[in-house]
């Protein structure tokens, strides 16, 4: 449905001839005491009641269990797991040991940078560790539920429990949601540079978690080096379920998900800030609000690169333009925001994700800011409704007068017609 590119996820493959796995790195790499995915692991005993008696069995069970693949990219896998120790299900993302020094590089700095971000928005780490093979993992918190991608393409095609579900003042508060995890990072010095729809959980309580920060970087930080210094096109079957496509490029200039880039990101700059971010996420806000991406035309990488530089949206009043053949438009409020946030210079953009919730909140209140003739007219709509609140004996005198005014003058009308018919 939509063009996007994974850049993170395709460094991999490439890396493997010239790289050393992680048996090969010696001291440089140092061992953890975690408990392994495989092994006699366990730390808390199973509790068995027999009538009054208790017993504690202490027999070392494997302390996480792969139950299923959930994901598999060019650094790793990540896979549902159990966990025997707190009898839970856990998300467990595992690297490649073919990856090399630099890969566990990037799969550190996602473990510590997840881990400095403990938030509801973000999803948590609970455990790292290595397997009997050497291979390194990180154990995170299972999200039930589907990704933002999915209930975009559920809404396009037309299905009637999304829509009844997913209404626009909800998908407005999933958006928030989003935002909130990104105010919390951004107020860390750290920028998450692949926000899109299939980084973005919803749970079946209204959940909303920010997922994959495995190319997220503290803005004071340097770029780590990259993995390769080329890409190449993925399996056939991949890039036409998914419409990706993947061009050479040098990976320290151009990192993340094309379709869903900044302009300045796109063009490769070393100096991201949080608008980058932010502009990001109002691709992800128009994508869900239209349900159409703003290039869904553009079918090659550097068509796409170029849209994100230079093609703007359409106004407001090209009500077509932000229609579906599953929905209408959605509101004037929300088409002037994510026009505001999609500005290609990073100045004239929303300054920050707190600015974005509070607009957005005021606009699900009605203190909605009057930017064209509709927007007026719904400002006008609920200040009129408010006076009568505040105002319940004066409203019904106005009423009552302006009744009078209306029927005074059919009266007069009437008596004209009258008078020029005799």
């Known amino acids: 449905m939509t063009p996007s590119v994974d850049l993170s996820d395709a460094l991999a493959p490439t ?227 998914t419409r990706r496509r993947l061009v050479k490029t040098a990976a320290s200039a151009l990192v993340g998900t094309p379709a869903y880039m900044s302009p300045e990101q796109a063009r490769g700059a070393s100096d991201l800030d949080v608008r980058s971010d932010l502009y990001s996420a109002c691709v992800v806000f128009h994508e869900l609000m239209t349900l159409r991406h703003y290039l869904d035309d553009v079918t090659s990488v550097p068509g796409m690169l170029v849209g994100v530089m230079e093609r703007s949206l359409p106004s407001v009043m090209s009500v077509a333009e932000w229609s579906h053949p599953t929905q209408g438009p959605p509101p004037a409020e929300y088409m002037h925001f994510i026009l505001r946030g999609m500005q290609k210079q990073p100045a004239a953009r929303w300054p920050s994700a707190n600015d974005m919730i509070g607009e957005l909140e005021a606009a699900l209140e009605g203190r909605i800011r009057v930017q064209c003739p509709t927007t007026f007219t719904k400002r006008m709509a609920r200040e009129s409704g408010r006076f009568v609140d505040r105002n319940p004996r004066l409203s019904i005198f106005v009423m009552l007068a302006a009744v009078s005014l209306v029927l005074f003058g059919l009266v007069g009308t009437v008596a004209a017609v009258v008078n020029l018919a005799s």
């Open 15 to 241: 890396l493997a001839p010239e790289a050393a796995t992680l048996a090969d790195l010696g001291a440089s790499v140092t061992r953890s005491t975690t408990p392994t995915l495989a092994g006699k692991s366990t730390v808390l005993p199973r509790v068995e009641a027999h009538g009054d008696e208790i017993e504690l069995v202490h027999d070392g069970r494997v302390r996480y269990e792969n139950r299923r693949l959930l994901g598999e990219g060019g650094m790793g896998t990540v896979v549902l797991a159990r966990d025997h120790d707190i009898d839970r299900e856990v998300a467990l993302k595992q690297i490649r040991r073919e990856v090399g020094a630099r890969g566990l590089a990037r799969f550190v700095e996602e473990v510590r940078t997840i881990g400095r971000l403990e938030h509801p928005n973000i999803i948590p780490i609970h455990d790292v560790g290595v397997d009997d093979e050497g291979n390194y993992f990180f154990v995170m918190k299972y999200v039930e539920g589907e990704t933002l991608e999915t209930v975009i393409e559920r809404l396009a095609a037309g299905d009637a429990e999304a829509h009844k579900r997913y209404t626009f003042e909800v998908r407005v508060q999933i958006f928030i949601g989003l935002l909130r995890a990104l105010s919390y990072a951004h107020d860390r010095g750290i920028v998450h540079r692949d926000v899109k729809p299939a980084n973005v959980m919803v749970g079946p309580y209204g959940e909303v978690v920010l997922m994959d920060w495995g190319i997220a970087k503290p803005l004071d930080a340097a770029e780590l080096p990259p993995l390769d210094e080329t890409l190449e096109e993925p399996p056939a079957a991949a890039a036409s379920s």
